[in-house]
């Protein structure tokens, strides 16, 4: 493992943006290279970590803060901690940079809803239209798109491959990566 120092990779964007696609492309490709890694999935997190929280505004806020602080532990041991999690206000964002602090990196996984919507296996946009579905981001919950990421991937038209380079060509720049 030659990993210089840790990061926290924060993919934020809308449900079926690409977010845990592209956190896997990364994360294989971090480990194909010998650099530890992890991937702190938001659903997968949900279900174990935080499974006593729900999807209300404050709740959203203390799910975030967890994974936000668990990425943290990672990162401080030399991982690059890849968060997949829709962090939908720039509260949330703001709060794990904070946490955080040097080596955050925010990424926007900016995928129109309409391709989201289409993308979407389980149908929740479908229930979430019909009412079904309290807060989902998007629909009847905000998402409030990243005024400033460090990083910006249209999923929906940049290639995986060409989109996990983009990364690593950004944690080399950080010096995350030895050269």
């Known amino acids: 493992m030659t990993t210089t120092r840790g990061a926290v990779?924060?993919?934020?964007?809308?449900?079926?943006?690409?977010?845990?696609?592209?956190?896997?492309?990364?994360?294989?490709?971090?480990?194909?290279?010998?650099?530890?890694?992890?991937?702190?999935?938001?659903?997968?997190?949900?279900?174990?970590?935080?499974?006593?929280?729900?999807?209300?505004?404050?709740?959203?806020?203390?799910?975030?803060?967890?994974?936000?602080?668990?990425?943290?532990?990672?990162?401080?041991?030399?991982?690059?901690?890849?968060?997949?999690?829709?962090?939908?206000?720039h509260r949330h964002r703001r709060a794990a940079r904070e946490i955080v602090g040097e080596g955050f990196v925010e990424v926007f996984v900016n995928t129109p809803l309409t391709v989201c919507e289409a993308r979407d296996s389980k149908g929740l946009y479908a229930r979430a239209r019909r009412g079904e579905i309290p807060h989902f981001t998007g629909i009847s919950g905000p998402f409030e798109a990243p005024l400033a990421p460090d990083i910006a991937i249209e999923a929906d038209r940049t290639p995986l491959d060409d989109a996990t380079d983009c990364l690593l060509a950004h944690l080399y720049s950080m010096r995350c990566l030895p050269e």
């Open 9 to 89: 990779i924060w993919m934020t964007g809308l449900s079926g943006a690409g977010k845990s696609t592209l956190a896997g492309a990364l994360h294989h490709r971090l480990e194909e290279a010998g650099h530890p890694s992890i991937v702190l999935d938001g659903d997968v997190l949900r279900r174990g970590l935080n499974a006593d929280l729900g999807f209300t505004p404050e709740d959203r806020a203390e799910n975030l803060r967890r994974v936000a602080h668990v990425a943290a532990l990672f990162m401080q041991q030399g991982f690059i901690a890849i968060a997949a999690v829709i962090s939908p206000e």
